[in-house]
């Protein structure tokens, strides 16, 4: 089975038991086309998981970051008929600059991601329900 390696930027800002995540709308045609996705994509060869995060916001959401505010978050993979991906999650200050490129979605406890369901895509749900957990503690 193929190996894919992708990386993530996950924007958010957490206070008073609320987690604010930044999502873009997916425009591509693959499987996840029209959900609310985290910016990233594929490492290219020679490139580290996080110079890869920076360079995909970048490309997709035409903002440039800087890789010293990044937090390493840590890998989940998304297994699918003929290949693994590897997901490299690199956390990232809330920017202003954002607000008209995408959208903001809370996540609160008790539901967490789940009234997401069905709008992002499947390993999401474990970054971001795995993310709001180790801010609460």
């Known amino acids: 089975m193929k190996l894919v390696p992708v990386s993530l930027a996950v924007f958010y800002e957490y206070n008073n038991q609320t987690l604010k995540l930044w999502v873009q709308t997916r425009e591509d045609d693959g499987p996840y086309h029209g959900f609310l996705e ?5 490492i290219e060869i020679d490139e580290s998981p996080l110079a890869a995060a920076v360079r995909e916001v970048e490309e ?7 890789p010293d505010h990044a937090k390493f978050m840590g890998t989940y993979t998304n297994e699918l008929a003929n290949r693994t991906i590897l997901l490299y999650v690199f956390l990232f200050p809330k920017l202003q600059t954002l607000e008209e490129k995408g959208q903001w979605v809370e996540i609160r406890s008790p539901e967490l991601s789940q009234p997401l369901r069905g709008m992002i895509p499947t390993p999401n749900h474990r970054i971001i329900d795995e993310l709001f957990l180790a801010l609460q503690s």
């Open 60 to 66: 997709e959401v035409g903002i440039v970051i800087n």
């Open 38 to 42: 985290f910016p990233g994509g594929g």
